[in-house]
């Protein structure tokens, strides 16, 4: 009974980093949470016989090839010189489970040259279909939202924090964000936007390492410090998913881009 607890909660743990898929008896995948929060889950029962101060070996081998994995993407990174490379590099790339179940890798789209970056969270059903970033419903959104404050795809670089569409679209693991999180920074830095627009909650606050509510930080100026320690104004705004369910917010997504706009003319 009480190893029987142990195993669910450890079970639990790993649904919840993000393991949605058994391929054998020995874990391998190297989604995690962040190293941060990864810590065995304390048994709250244990047998007398057992030490429960001491992490399984299944757990801590998984958060360890999340770190590995980290660490990996930030070295080949920084080793990478253009969008090209990086595009190459991401494609290679396996130290990301969402990849097993992507069809695609979906890298940045648009102009390259553009001093706006509007960062998204991860492809769909359509991106991971087509290869490119924002094709589906969102995107046409996108596309009318941006037409509206008279921009299209050649005035802006669009890309997603991940470059794997999560399964069934489900919410990606801060493990996965942090794994991947090197490419979007690798682009920021290739990209040299003047400024970065990041799309709904969870870019926003991967991008900027917080957890505030979209609700929060909606229409403020935020900043990005690149690795290199350039300054980059970001604004937050609503997801376009999130408009295609919440009309009413749409007035307040138009504003934002005109804020944006408006930054650039400064
Ligand atoms: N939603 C995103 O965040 N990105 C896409 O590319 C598509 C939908």
Redesign the pocket.
């Known amino acids: 009974m009480e190893d029987n607890l142990n195993i669910r909660q450890i079970l639990e743990w790993y649904v919840t980093a993000g393991v949605d898929e058994t391929f054998g008896e020995v874990p391998f995948g190297l989604e995690a949470p962040k190293p941060k929060v990864v810590e065995p889950p304390k048994p709250m029962l244990t047998t007398r016989a057992e030490d429960s101060t001491k992490p399984r070996a299944a757990t801590t081998d998984l958060a360890q090839a999340t770190i590995s994995a980290c660490k990996n993407a930030r070295d080949i990174c920084s080793e990478v010189s253009s969008l090209d490379e990086l595009k190459r590099l991401v494609e290679s790339f396996d130290g990301c489970a969402l990849k097993l179940t992507a069809n695609k890798t979906?890298f940045g789209g648009g102009n390259p040259n553009s001093k706006v970056m509007l960062i998204?969270?991860?492809?769909?059903a359509d991106?991971d279909r087509i290869g490119l970033?924002?094709v589906?419903r969102?995107?046409h959104l996108l596309d009318k939202m941006l037409q509206a404050v008279g921009m299209d795809r050649n005035s802006c670089y669009i890309t997603?924090v991940l470059p794997w569409r999560p399964p069934g679209n489900r919410t990606p693991t801060d493990g996965e964000i942090a794994v991947c999180l090197p490419f979007l920074k690798r682009q920021i830095e290739l990209i040299e936007p003047d400024v970065i627009v990041v799309?709904?909650g969870s870019?926003a606050n991967a991008l900027l390492d917080n957890e505030e509510p979209i609700s929060r930080l909606r229409g403020k100026w935020l900043e990005y410090k690149t690795p290199k320690g350039k300054i980059i104004p970001v604004l937050a705004s609503f997801?376009p998913?999130y408009l295609l369910r919440n009309t009413a917010q749409k007035a307040k997504a138009w504003v934002d881009l005109l804020r944006m706009k408006q930054k650039l003319m400064q």
């Not at 998204?120 to 769909?124: I, K, L, R, Y």
């Open positions: 979906v998204g969270e991860a492809p769909g991106e970033p924002f589906g969102s995107g997603n799309l709904g870019a997801h998913a």
